[in-house]
């Protein structure tokens, strides 16, 4: 019995670590099963701890506005990785792969983001704290 | 019109010492700009005081250097009042392994006439490290569970088991951590957050860049506390064995997590730690847990931590601005 619960919590651990989805630390509130791409312009950075966040006006599937709120690193990550809160400013052009919430719309957690020209500017995976 | 983030600008002594947290995500990784050269600049745009004014790669002092500038991580540890002195930045050795998204490519070079510091990757760590790897990220490789390297997994009570396996299934919602709750150690030492040891006769302090939290650990011979009222913590007292740091904590909460899985700690637990730095740029923290309420019987894992020179610790106030509470509350 003790085995199989050792075992069972082995399993657990290795499948969610591998889908990052409890190294990040909102596991819960984000879908680690799916991907969205998010294309739009920067409409504001929001430059503070624990996560700075991506707010980039985009369309929906109907060509309504919509602005998404995307969850970046901490900002000492992003500096330790040469990002300034300057980075990405408003108007800029992105796109972003992100894990979306599971029960709110707008709202995902980046998994990589691209300028204009497609150069990676971010690459984190869902396991990024 | 292009964000302004250039990878070319990052500072080459702060990605030579480490190894994955600084890495730019650019294709253009391998450049960075030499200290002097960014001086040079400044020289150029401002009075010589605003050179090097950044702490994100601010050059530690005392620090042993190679005939190119950068760190020689593998000499003797530094010493202090006759010990080794455990002074210095530290995070965790070994890490996830996240994908590559580029390689270590060699001195950079730079306009300016101080020669380019090479990117040497830091020395430490298991063979399976890939030290010449840019990761995406640098997650300790033991945050998920810190009984990874245990043969068979942390020896869990019944009860302990069943609830780390709930807190698994529920992706770990209720972690304190991700409720912006301290740093409780030794779970600390696998966050991916830098920590900082500042090592005195009477007293060593432990500084967590998450919350700007500190820990003491007092090695002026006081016992532990008759009575302690629980904290994260708990109360650390310590002793020098030779050049090992053996310090005994208790009166700890007693719904403290280890790791992301939500490992217990109670009240009952007894912790031992004992500090080794064999070289100046390794940091062996050998920790034993005595929990008989949570786990079967003691046990003792070694989380090894490398220094990380030439910045320092920047805060992370977690409640400043914590919006992933609100898309679980409903649950």
Redesign the interface.
């Known amino acids: 019995m003790?085995r199989t619960?050792?075992a069972?919590?082995?399993v657990?651990?290795a499948l969610?670590?591998g889908r990052g989805?409890?190294?990040h630390?909102?596991?819960?509130?984000?879908d680690h099963e799916r991907t969205v791409t998010v294309k739009g312009m920067v409409a504001r950075v929001?430059w503070?701890?624990?996560?700075a966040?991506l707010h980039v006006d985009a369309k929906d599937e109907h060509g309504n506005a919509v602005q998404w709120?995307i969850?970046l690193?901490?900002?000492?990550?992003l500096?330790?990785?040469?990002?300034?809160r300057?980075?990405?400013?408003p108007?800029?052009?992105v796109s972003v792969s992100a894990h979306p919430?599971?029960?709110?719309p707008n709202?995902a957690v980046a998994i990589?983001v691209l300028?204009?020209?497609g150069?990676?500017?971010?690459?984190?995976?869902a396991?990024?704290? | 019109?292009?964000?302004?983030?250039?990878?070319s600008?990052?500072p080459c002594n702060?990605r030579s010492v480490?190894s994955s947290?600084?890495?730019?995500?650019?294709?253009r990784a391998g450049r960075c700009v030499h200290g002097a050269a960014i001086a040079g600049l400044s020289l150029l745009l401002a009075p010589a005081a605003a050179a090097l004014a950044q702490w994100?790669d601010y050059p530690t002092p005392g620090v042993p250097r190679n005939a190119d500038g950068t760190p020689k991580l593998s000499a003797p540890a530094p010493r202090a009042n006759g010990r080794v002195d455990l002074t210095g930045i530290w995070t965790a050795a070994e890490v996830?392994d996240?994908?590559c998204?580029g390689r270590e490519i060699g001195p950079a070079g730079n306009a300016g006439s101080a020669p380019a510091a090479p990117t040497a990757p830091i020395a430490v760590g298991p063979a399976t490290n890939d030290q010449t790897c840019i990761r995406?990220?640098s997650?300790p490789a033991d945050?998920?569970?810190i009984g990874r390297t245990l043969k068979?997994?942390l020896p869990?009570q019944?009860w302990a088991?069943?609830l780390?396996?709930a807190r698994?299934?529920?992706?770990?919602?209720d972690?304190p951590?991700?409720h912006?709750l301290p740093p409780n150690y030794p779970r600390a030492y696998v966050?991916?957050?830098f920590f900082k040891i500042v090592q005195t006769s009477g007293l060593t302090v432990l500084l967590h860049?998450f919350n700007a939290s500190y820990r003491q650990i007092f090695t002026d011979g006081r016992p532990l506390p008759k009575q302690m009222n629980p904290t994260w913590n708990g109360y650390s007292t310590g002793h020098w064995e030779g050049d090992t740091l053996v310090v005994e904590t208790a009166g700890f909460r007693d719904d403290l997590w280890l790791d992301?899985?939500g490992s217990p700690l109670t009240e009952a637990a007894r912790v031992t730690e004992r500090f080794k730095r064999p070289s100046f740029g390794t940091l062996e923290i050998e920790v034993t847990v005595n929990d008989s309420k949570a786990y079967t019987r003691p046990w003792t894992v070694t989380l090894e931590q490398k220094l990380v020179v030439d910045?320092d610790l920047?805060?992370?106030?977690?409640l400043?601005?914590?919006?992933?509470?609100r898309?679980?509350d409903?649950?």
């Open positions: 003790k619960l050792v069972a919590i082995a657990a651990i969610l670590a989805a409890l190294a630390h909102s596991g819960a509130a984000f929001d503070q701890s624990p996560h966040r709120d969850e690193p901490s900002p000492n990550t500096m330790r990785r040469g990002w300034s300057d980075s990405l400013k108007g800029d052009p919430a599971r029960d709110y709202i990589n300028d204009a020209s150069k990676q500017l971010y690459a984190g995976s396991a990024s704290p | 019109m292009a964000p302004r983030h250039d990878a600008a990052l702060i480490m947290t600084a890495r730019p995500s650019s294709a994100i996830l996240e994908p998204v995406q990220q997650l945050q998920v569970n068979d997994g869990y019944p088991a069943d780390v396996k698994l299934a529920k992706q770990a919602i972690d951590h991700a912006c966050l991916p957050q860049e992301f899985s910045t920047l805060d992370e106030i977690c400043e601005n914590e919006q992933d509470t898309l679980t409903t649950k």
